[in-house]
Each structure stands twice: as C-alpha cells, then as structure tokens.
C-alpha cells in the first residue's frame, strides 16, 4: 500500500483486489448436472397418443351433436318425428268428432 501516492494508483489497486476476491469466491448456488436420458421420447410419445385420443372423442361428440336433433315421439300415436300437437291420427280423430257432433245435433 506504499506506492499508491496517488488517485490513479489506488484506483488500479482496487479494481485488482476486486477481481482477485472475485475468482476466489465460491458461488452460493453451484450448479448440478443434468443427466439427459430417453426418457423424454417416451413422454412426448405418450403426450401425443393422449393428444389424439382427445381429438377423436372431441370430434365423435361434436359429430354426434351435428347428427341433429333428438328424436321426436308423439304420445298420442306413440311414433317418432313429430310431436302431439302435430299428430295426424289426433287431427283425424278431431275432425271425426266434430262431423259426428255436426250429424247429432242435425
């Protein structure tokens, strides 16, 4: 420390000292090693399969939705595609009715 007669010098001193406890300083959080192994394929593979399975059942139920409505049953005639209100055999028994009405009270 005996020739650091001026600014300049002590500066330079300084800046070596630094880096000298720099290099020897051990870090705090060494670092591990990595083993790299096949078993990343695998995982992948397996996330792929899983991926598929999932878009298949995604698009069998978006098809099955797409197929339509449910389908209709009538309660009066028991047959499918329409509802009571638009049952033929209902219309028919209606207007039956209405014509034997018309004939009884003639």
Do not use: Y
């Not at 792929?48 to 309660?75: H, I, P, Y």
């Not at 638009?86 to 014509?99: D, H, M, P, V």
């Amino acid at each position: 420390m005996a020739d650091l007669k001026d600014l300049k010098g002590a500066l330079v001193f300084a800046m070596k000292f630094e880096a000298a406890q720099q290099a020897t300083r051990k870090d705090r959080h060494p670092i591990r090693a990595v083993n790299e192994s096949d078993t990343s394929n695998s995982s992948v593979e397996r996330l792929e399969r899983q991926m598929r399975s999932f878009l298949n059942r995604v698009e069998s139920l978006m098809s099955q939705k797409a197929d339509g409505k449910k389908t209709l049953k009538c309660w009066t005639c028991g047959r499918e595609g329409h509802l009571q209100r638009s049952c033929r055999a209902r219309q028919g028994a209606e207007t039956n009715s209405a014509s034997q009405k018309e004939v009884s009270e003639n």
